[in-house]
């Protein structure tokens, strides 16, 4: 069973900063990548940033230039680090995985509980 753990939300003023972090843990055999996702109230759930075991980057427009994810290897870590936060990125922000539990299960994906970011002033 993989488990995500996710901290760093919280209330912040416009163009203000906050960095999450997501660890991993339990049975991971490998892991293809990890990000993070968001969704708003009454809004899909959308794709925020996610880094591939090979270090590649993908953002979402909106946060382009803004927002940077990094990966620690070693300790199945990865961070958002948010900057120049506006209303907008108002939502909850879930780390999402995506892995194989043992060498022989499929690739699926696995979700944190999820943390609320709320810009306001």
């Known amino acids: 069973q993989v488990q995500l753990v996710e901290s760093g939300g919280g209330l912040v003023q416009p163009g203000g900063s906050l960095r999450l972090s997501c660890a991993a843990s339990?049975?991971?055999?490998?892991?293809?990548?990890m990000g993070w996702y968001r969704q708003a109230p009454g809004k899909q759930r959308e794709l925020v940033a996610i880094?591939?075991?090979?270090?590649?980057?993908v953002y979402a427009d909106s946060v382009k230039g803004r927002f940077t994810i990094s990966r620690d290897n070693a300790k199945n870590t990865v961070h958002l680090q948010m900057n120049s936060l506006k209303p907008e990125d108002t939502a909850a922000y879930s780390c999402?995985?995506?892995?194989?539990?043992?060498?022989?299960?499929?690739?699926?994906?696995?979700w944190g509980q999820g943390t609320q970011v709320t810009v306001s002033s």
């Open positions: 999402n995985l995506r892995g194989y539990a043992t060498r022989l299960t499929a690739l699926r994906d696995y």
């Open positions: 339990g049975s991971i055999f490998r892991i293809e990548a």
């Open positions: 880094i591939t075991s090979g270090d590649t980057a």
